[in-house]
């Protein structure tokens, strides 16, 4: 069973940087992407994404974090980034790791592998 665990998550004041980082247990050989999605604590908030990384080098951002947030993998060490910048009260959320194939704009059978998540919170 393929595992994905998030780390990075924390508290940091408006304005400040955070990393996170997602390091899966093997080698997906199915997938092709790896993504962050966020959701805002709360029973009816959706669980939205906000960057994707395909085959290791194209990108797409939610414009909610577009020019903020920078996402990178090592695939060596199975691992994916998310470098937050800028951080806003309102990029408070638990952020999960995701991996599954990309195709054509959105993930072709829906995401295949979650992590458990890991909160952050931007407060002063």
């Known amino acids: 069973q393929i595992q994905l665990v998030e780390s990075g998550g924390g508290l940091v004041q408006p304005g400040g940087s955070l990393r996170l980082s997602c390091v899966a247990s093997e080698r997906i050989l199915r997938a092709n992407a790896m993504a962050w999605y966020r959701q805002t604590p709360g029973p009816e908030n959706e669980r939205e994404l906000a960057a994707v990384i395909i085959s290791g080098r194209d990108t797409i951002y939610a414009d909610a974090v577009k020019g903020r947030f920078t996402i990178s993998e090592d695939s060596a060490k199975n691992t994916v980034f998310l470098q937050m910048a800028s951080l806003r009260p309102e990029d408070t959320a638990i952020y999960y790791c995701?991996?599954?194939?990309?195709?054509?704009?959105?993930?072709?059978?829906?995401?295949?592998?979650w992590g458990k998540g890991t909160l952050v919170t931007v407060s002063s």
């Open positions: 995701a991996a599954g194939f990309w195709s054509g704009g959105d993930w072709y059978d829906g995401v295949e592998y």
